[in-house]
């Protein structure tokens, strides 16, 4: 025993001075030497330890399924990592118990920053209705200061999940519909929130998450099956992640459900295969919150050591939350059933982003309470944040141009559950301070502070969100025959989105819709705000209300956002990244659809053609689709050349004028059809936009390039090419208001 007792001490006073040696010759190490110096030293259990995330010592964002005595291990170095730690003095802690293991290597913190920290920034839903790259990776950005400085490390964002179903209660935190635009979108968050290197004490290392296909879940049911061929995963699901790979994602997250029978958390062949192998990826893997362990469930696996073999092997290097590897990767590893050398393969992944975290080098460089301090109230973030919001807003609607609100206008009804809801502004997925009811902008405050002084606002909840309570109708129809003009503030509540979130029923809840008819029944001109996570089916408010801003979910500023809209402050950009559609029973609707043998000639033909019979195949709302204050005309688009050849340009001029009576922005956007493919090929695909500002009166001409290269796709054999023959390319602003012109690719 005493012998035991020596021999621990002298290496572990040779593990102190190789450390602290480690300093001084550091930098003239690479990391992959001082990861490999470090994984030397490391005994089996210290690897495995390494592998094992949990959540933190109070908060949970899953079901956990067994306690564990989290002090003692982090203590024994059987913890690589932590999520749902908060703060700068909870991270010093849980680091510090870290930094009494044997070889002191520093924990990670992870977190879900989905959209904002402390400053509540837009749904990413919402955010990817702006369309506008740069607001979206500031957003990105200034999560990033506000998280970093409160000790977190990594983010389990962006999303980039493509979805086609608004019943899958997590659109609310992707990008939406389209790859092309989900691409742009997953790249600039990405670098919104890594910044310009690792090492800065201000970047968060990012998560693309959830791999792969997450969003194509059956039914629109949350954790459900995806079944899909091969072709449409790579042209379609898979681009985003892609596209977050060649940002430099420093993580990837595998996904809950299975894809054509495999869980994704144990797919050799998206995560060795297409992760590794073709896109190269060099950071690591984690599992979703138990996702290991739920393959017991899956039917795939027969027990927790089957499950973390078959992930491990598979390439997903961190367990969150399952407990399988730190369990059962030991017997797996003395057992022959797993090398020694795949554990090393993932510890080192997962050592390099320590090192390149600086943790290494300073555990506690996160957590510094002064840091935290400065940016508990950042000003500067929350201007960005009300910039952002107010180019989230969607203008669905605006007949005889209600909105903006004129100067006449001296009494104003508020009206609906939502209009001085607090916390329901944030959405799902977003941090709640003490201090929220003093800094979360309602939209009643966001009015008033805009129109205290030249209108006079009066209130009537009306009804709740989910309730079939109709008894504030009266007050609410009395407060609106007072006034001039109507707001009314509906939709869902904020925890209606989310994960786990999914409806059946998408229309507006309770009794909402009733009591828009009894308010519209008073004519008064009406406004109506919806706030939702997702599309919803609005189908009457549609017909009969004046004017429909669609506002998401906007964070902390979401009542001076919405003010800003509604008296021209700003003129509405927002341009929808998904379909709205207008019953549940044509979801998955979408413009990228493929043609069909039997395309109906218009909504009226029903012979024999693949078409509903009780309903157009079209959405309420298209993708791209949005109004502003002003009126736009777009010209036909002139091209440099009808033919191509690959290496040449196709260069597309078209001119845009605002025809209207506002200054405003307008995003024009480029689709383009392969007429004949190998592989039958969408009607339409977006294939770039550019967001133009113009002055009243003003025009412009932009300029669009094509190649090739933008015309591939993944055919039979998952080559990516192009094919020649004819292609129509389209411009407009949104895809059923464009104008098109052939060309061939030779
Ligand atoms: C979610 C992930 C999230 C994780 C940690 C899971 O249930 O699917 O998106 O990052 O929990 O909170």
């Known amino acids: 025993m005493k012998n035991t007792y020596s021999r621990i001490v002298v290496f572990l006073m040779t593990c102190i001075v190789m450390l602290s040696a480690g300093t001084i010759y550091a930098q003239q190490l690479t990391i992959d030497q001082r990861v490999d110096s470090v994984l030397k030293l490391m005994t089996l259990d210290e690897k495995i330890g390494q592998l094992n995330q949990y959540s933190g010592f109070e908060e949970a964002t899953g079901p956990v399924t067994e306690e564990a005595d989290k002090p003692e291990q982090l203590r024994k170095g059987m913890i690589g990592s932590m999520l749902n730690v908060t703060g700068a003095v909870k991270t010093r802690q849980a680091q510090e118990m870290a930094l009494q293991s044997r070889l002191k290597i520093p924990l990670l913190f992870g977190q879900d920053v989905i959209h904002g920290y402390r400053t509540i920034f837009p749904i990413p839903l919402a955010e990817a209705a702006s369309w506008d790259l740069e607001a979206i990776e500031l957003s990105a950005r200034v999560a990033a200061t506000e998280a970093s400085a409160a000790g977190v490390h990594w983010t389990f964002a962006p999303m980039v999940d493509i979805s086609r179903d608004p019943r899958w209660g997590r659109v609310m935190e992707g990008a939406g519909e389209d790859p092309y635009l989900g691409s742009l979108v997953a790249a600039a968050r990405v670098k919104g929130f890594q910044g310009n290197c690792l090492g800065n004490t201000d970047a968060l290392m990012a998560c693309g998450k959830h791999f792969a296909a997450y969003g194509a879940a059956v039914g629109g049911r949350d954790y459900n099956s995806v079944d899909m061929s091969l072709q449409q995963l790579h042209n379609v699901y898979l681009k985003p992640y892609k596209a977050a790979v060649d940002a430099g994602v420093a993580t990837m997250m595998t996904s809950f459900n299975d894809i054509n029978g495999i869980p994704a958390t144990a797919h050799k062949y998206i995560l060795r295969k297409v992760l590794r192998d073709k896109w190269n990826f060099q950071g690591f893997v984690l599992s979703d919150w138990g996702s290991v362990g739920e393959m017991i469930n899956h039917g795939y696996s027969a027990g927790e050591a089957d499950a973390a073999k078959a992930a491990l092997l598979a390439g997903c290097d961190m367990d969150?939350?399952?407990?399988?590897?730190?369990?059962?990767?030991?017997?797996?590893?003395?057992?022959?059933?797993?090398?020694?050398?795949?554990?090393?393969?993932?510890?080192?992944?997962?050592?390099?982003?320590?090192?390149?975290?600086?943790?290494?080098?300073?555990?506690?460089?996160?957590?510094?309470?002064?840091?935290?301090?400065?940016?508990?109230?950042?000003?500067?973030?929350?201007?960005?944040?009300?910039?952002?919001?107010?180019?989230?807003?969607?203008?669905?609607?605006?007949?005889?141009?209600?909105?903006?609100?004129?100067?006449?206008?001296?009494?104003?009804?508020?009206?609906?559950?939502?209009?001085?809801?607090?916390?329901?502004?944030?959405?799902?997925?977003?941090?709640?301070?003490?201090?929220?009811?003093?800094?979360?902008?309602?939209?009643?405050?966001?009015?008033?502070?805009?129109?205290?002084?030249?209108?006079?606002?009066?209130?009537?909840?009306?009804?709740?969100?989910?309730?079939?309570?109709?008894?504030?109708?009266?007050?609410?129809?009395?407060?609106?025959?007072?006034?001039?003009?109507?707001?009314?503030?509906?939709?869902?509540?904020?925890?209606?989105?989310?994960?786990?979130?999914?409806?059946?029923?998408?229309?507006?809840?309770?009794?909402?819709?009733?009591?828009?008819?009894?308010?519209?029944?008073?004519?008064?001109?009406?406004?109506?705000?919806?706030?939702?996570?997702?599309?919803?089916?609005?189908?009457?408010?549609?017909?009969?209300?004046?004017?429909?801003?669609?506002?998401?979910?906007?964070?902390?500023?979401?009542?001076?956002?919405?003010?800003?809209?509604?008296?021209?402050?700003?003129?509405?950009?927002?341009?929808?990244?998904?379909?709205?559609p207008r019953s549940e029973g044509q979801i998955p609707v979408y413009y990228s659809y493929f043609n069909t043998g039997r395309p109906p000639k218009d909504e009226n033909d029903l012979n024999y053609v693949s078409a509903y019979i009780d309903m157009p195949n079209s959405p309420r709302f298209p993708f791209g689709y949005g109004l502003s204050y002003t009126s736009f005309s777009i010209s036909e688009p002139v091209l440099n050349t009808t033919n191509i050849t690959a290496g040449e340009e196709l260069i597309i001029k078209v001119t845009v004028s605002n025809t209207g009576n506002a200054d405003g922005t307008e995003t024009i956007q480029l689709y383009f059809r392969d007429k004949v493919g190998s592989l039958v090929r969408p009607v339409k695909q977006l294939a770039g936009f550019q967001q133009v500002f113009l002055r009243k009166g003003e025009s412009r001409t932009l300029t669009f390039t094509l190649t090739e290269k933008d015309l591939r796709f993944y055919n039979e054999n998952l080559e990516f090419v192009s094919e020649p023959g004819e292609f129509d390319v389209f411009v407009g602003n949104s895809p059923d208001n464009l104008k098109g012109k052939g060309f061939v690719l030779d």
């Open 320 to 580: 969150m939350e399952s407990r399988c590897y730190i369990k059962n990767m030991k017997s797996l590893v003395l057992s022959g059933a797993i090398s020694e050398d795949v554990i090393d393969e993932s510890v080192r992944l997962i050592l390099r982003k320590k090192f390149e975290m600086g943790l290494f080098d300073d555990p506690f460089r996160f957590c510094n309470e002064e840091r935290e301090k400065q940016q508990w109230d950042n000003r500067a973030h929350r201007d960005i944040a009300r910039n952002m919001a107010r180019k989230s807003i969607v203008l669905l609607k605006n007949d005889k141009e209600l909105l903006p609100l004129k100067e006449n206008v001296k009494t104003i009804a508020m009206i609906g559950p939502l209009v001085k809801a607090v916390g329901e502004n944030n959405g799902f997925w977003s941090y709640s301070w003490p201090d929220d009811s003093v800094r979360i902008v309602t939209q009643w405050q966001g009015i008033l502070n805009r129109a205290g002084n030249q209108a006079n606002l009066l209130y009537a909840k009306g009804c709740g969100i989910t309730e079939p309570d109709s008894s504030g109708f009266k007050e609410a129809v009395e407060i609106a025959m007072k006034a001039d003009v109507v707001i009314m503030s509906v939709g869902e509540s904020a925890n209606m989105s989310g994960e786990a979130k999914s409806r059946s029923n998408i229309q507006l809840p309770g009794v909402q819709e009733e009591l828009i008819k009894a308010v519209y029944a008073t004519g008064k001109p009406l406004v109506i705000i919806i706030n939702a996570g997702r599309p919803l089916v609005f189908n009457w408010t549609a017909d009969h209300a004046h004017a429909i801003l669609y506002t998401w979910w906007l964070g902390t500023e979401a009542g001076n956002a919405i003010a800003d809209v509604v008296f021209g402050d700003y003129n509405p950009s927002g341009k929808l990244p998904m379909s709205f």
